[in-house]
């Protein structure tokens, strides 16, 4: 597990804040100009101690990097396994992807991978800015599937949103998941790999300007603690001060993270991490009426990206972790490897929902206040064997886990009434009154987890890998409104999985899997009877390949997913819930990554998803496909450097989305369109230059490059705009 984590690497109680208290960053930090004089004044400081050199070079000749195209991976098995010999689908994005396309969140890393679709508005009626919000498969991620170094460590409603400057790749693993990780969707999970400290010295700074009159500086410092010391360090941060596309909605951070690591000797490695950000955004519900936007209005259409919100909401949140990473090796055979997080997040959201009235341009508002505060620790436990016998390759993992979590949640509410013409908006620049008190609980959680693995290489031409897990979780949850505490509800399952590859001499890797999982369903039905968690179960088969002696790797796969126990209609109680209904999720999926030449790479993939409510009591919704899922996903990303001649240095990167139509209402009567769009890079080594700016790079990021007007979320009553063009102007130095 650490060597897979450092080949990511590059070479060489939270005090609650008031909803009125102010957050801006420094003066300093919103006084930040075109971000190149700076960088370029600290390179000519730092270059004065250098020899003197020519200020021009004719005739540059700059090397090409090449795009680095991970091949193993611990998010599938927590083992050092190469993806070739992994009988699932795995995507690895690493930090060279995300500096190319120039990404500032988890989901953007994600936009480029097969089946996976990542948009701050999943929810189809309101747009979730505060999360990052991921579909494989068709299935929401959901909390339990966004790890952290391979931990879980969110709750319900608080989840943290990781900065993606302090992490070396995402990992994406495709299908239930469960028998490793615990509770989960049967979509998938996505592991968030932290930067660790590195040994040999490296010092990177940025500084970042665009347009919504968005400035930031982040850094990135790190080194052994002295020569030859058993002992790394490293410092990564950000500050940034920023509007957004939507008028009055802030988009500010303050992120730090530091890290140690200890390497005593090749055997053992202990590294401590932490974090903490703070951030401001704009409230989660920034939707229009379906009427004006994706249907017709006898008003006309409603001017896209309308406020229908409020100005100067306060919506922020606070969050820090603290963690633990150690491997020991004990002899040749046996390993052992333990890991932890503790995580606290504080969550204020403050937002204004309404409702369109008869006129058609009435919409009467309702304001939300929410308090949510959430801390969990997670731990994870396992030993490994490795051996040899009888010309075969044995790798036995056995593991606990646990995790504990406990969230206080409070809402509050107006009531309807304050109105507002969507079509020529008088905003009152403040909050609305909450004075009615809909929610305040404190729920508490404990899950435990047995596992068991074992992956056989044979002839070194079959791998064979099985899997099993016990689980239990006790969810207790208290009202505060009424007093009642209900018995606290627990749920146990028992996972498996198993697959088997078969390695060709030619580079293709076929295989096949079966995997299952399953997810606790909180809460009773009409007579007090607990839910059953849901079940999810896939079958898959696939092959890979991984040409001899060029640099690419290829995946394609074909999948059949099965979710059970989803809640439905109660044919003799419209009161009640049952369990009898069923998502069916049926697929294809083709993902490429390559370094055609050594300074030409492009990524691709293709998705088809058939997503089918496959058994519901509601028989309008029987072979309907679910809401704000599309049948056909695709994107390409190519990067071309130049270096040779006067051009030399000079990175161009092109990316195509597109994604297909969905539905927005469970009958499947409103159709919202697919969409296609454009993202640019463009990078500059100013090498070229003059060889004082050796490590010092330009670059520009346009993402939505023709500014398309499109809904990317779309519900029966509401419509979520989608990303305006952002451009980035990037300066960075590297040492």
Not at 202 to 224: A, C, I, M, W
Not at 527 to 540: C, H, L, N, R, V
Not at 712 to 732: E, F, P
Request: overall charge neutral.
């Amino acid at each position: 597990m650490m060597n897979d984590i450092h080949s990511h690497l590059k070479p060489g109680r939270i005090h609650r804040m008031s909803r009125s208290q102010p957050h801006r960053l420094p003066r300093l930090v919103r006084a930040v100009p075109i971000p190149l004089v700076l960088v370029l004044a600290c390179r000519a400081a730092y270059a004065a101690e250098a020899p003197d050199a020519p200020q021009a070079m004719q005739g540059v000749t700059i090397e090409a990097q090449r795009l680095k195209i991970a091949t193993q991976s611990t998010t599938s098995s927590k083992t050092d396994t190469a993806l070739i010999e992994t009988p699932a689908s795995v995507s690895v994005i690493t930090r060279d992807q995300m500096d190319a396309q120039g990404i500032q969140s988890v989901g953007e890393a994600l936009r480029y991978s097969a089946g996976v679709l990542a948009s701050p508005s999943m929810a189809a009626s309101q747009r979730y800015d505060r999360f990052d919000n991921v579909k494989i498969r068709g299935f929401d991620v959901g909390s339990n599937g966004m790890l952290r170094d391979g931990l879980r460590g969110t709750t319900v409603q608080a989840w943290p949103k990781v900065e993606p400057y302090g992490l070396e790749a995402v990992e994406v693993l495709r299908g239930p998941s469960s028998v490793l990780y615990g509770q989960n969707s049967p979509g998938g999970i996505v592991n968030q790999i932290s930067k660790q400290p590195l040994f040999q010295p490296y010092r990177e700074l940025q500084l970042q300007t665009g347009n919504f009159h968005r400035k930031q500086v982040q850094g990135d410092v790190s080194g052994p603690v002295g020569e030859g010391s058993d002992w790394a360090y490293r410092m990564t941060g950000l500050l940034r001060d920023s509007d957004s596309q939507f008028t009055g909605v802030p988009d500010d951070k303050v992120y730090i993270a530091p890290a140690l690591s200890w390497r005593p000797s090749a055997a053992t490695s202990l590294t401590l991490l932490a974090d903490y950000t703070r951030d401001k955004f704009g409230p989660p519900a920034v939707v229009a009426p379906i009427q004006g936007t994706l249907l017709p209005n006898r008003h006309g259409r409603l001017p896209y990206n309308q406020m229908l919100n409020e100005k100067g909401l306060d919506n922020h949140r606070v969050q820090y972790s603290l963690a633990y990473l150690l491997e020991h090796r004990i002899d040749d055979v046996w390993s052992v490897h333990s890991k932890a997080r503790y995580g606290r997040v504080n969550l204020i959201t403050e937002t204004i929902q309404g409702r369109l009235l008869a006129d058609q341009r009435t919409l009467r508002r309702t304001p939300y206040f929410f308090d949510i505060d959430g801390e969990s620790w997670s731990l994870d436990n396992n030993a490994k064997a490795s051996w040899r016998s009888g010309g075969a390759e044995f790798e036995t993992l056995v593991g606990l886990d646990y995790r504990h979590t406990k969230e206080d949640y409070v809402l509050n509410g107006g009531p309807a009434g304050a109105e507002i013409d969507m079509y020529q908006p008088v905003y009152l620049g403040h909050m609305l009154p909450t004075p009615e008190r809909y929610a305040s609980t404190v729920q508490s959680s404990d899950q435990y987890g047995l596992y068991a693995q074992q992956q056989i290489k044979l002839a070194r031409q079959w791998v064979l890998s099985a899997g099993v897990r016990k689980d239990w979780s006790d969810t207790s949850t208290r009202d505060r409104l009424d007093g009642v505490t209900p018995p606290s509800q627990k749920d146990d399952a028992l996972t498996w999985k198993a697959g088997a590859v078969y390695l060709a001499e030619n580079g293709l890797a076929p295989y096949v899997s079966l995997m299952t999982s399953f997810n606790p369903v909180l809460g009773n039905d009409f007579y007090g009877k607990s839910y059953d968690p849901t079940k999810g179960k896939q079958a898959e088969v696939g092959v890979k390949y991984q040409p001899p002696g060029f640099d690419g790797f290829f995946t394609a796969s074909v999948f059949d997913l099965r979710q059970e126990n989803v809640q439905t209609l109660d044919p003799n109680n419209s009161l009640n819930r049952l369990q009898t209904g069923e998502i069916k999720s049926r697929g294809v999926e083709l993902d490429a990554l390559a370094n055609l030449t050594r300074n030409f790479n492009v990524a691709a993939n293709v998705t088809w998803n058939r997503l089918e409510v496959s058994k519901s009591n509601n028989v309008n919704e029987v072979g309907k496909r679910p809401v704000g899922m599309p049948e056909t996903m695709a994107s390409v990303w190519g990067k071309y450097k130049l270096v040779q001649g006067p051009l030399a240095g000079l990175g161009i990167g092109l990316g195509l989305r597109y994604t297909g139509a969905t539905k927005a209402d469970s009958a499947n009567r409103i159709d919202v369109p697919s969409y296609l769009l454009t993202d640019l890079a463009l990078d500059l080594d100013l090498l070229r230059l003059s060889p004082s700016l050796r490590g010092t790079q330009l670059a520009l990021n346009v993402t939505n490059l023709s500014n398309k007007h499109y809904y990317d979320s779309c519900s029966s009553s509401n419509c979520s705009t989608g990303d305006a063009r952002r451009l980035l102007l990037t300066v960075k130095h590297a040492w």
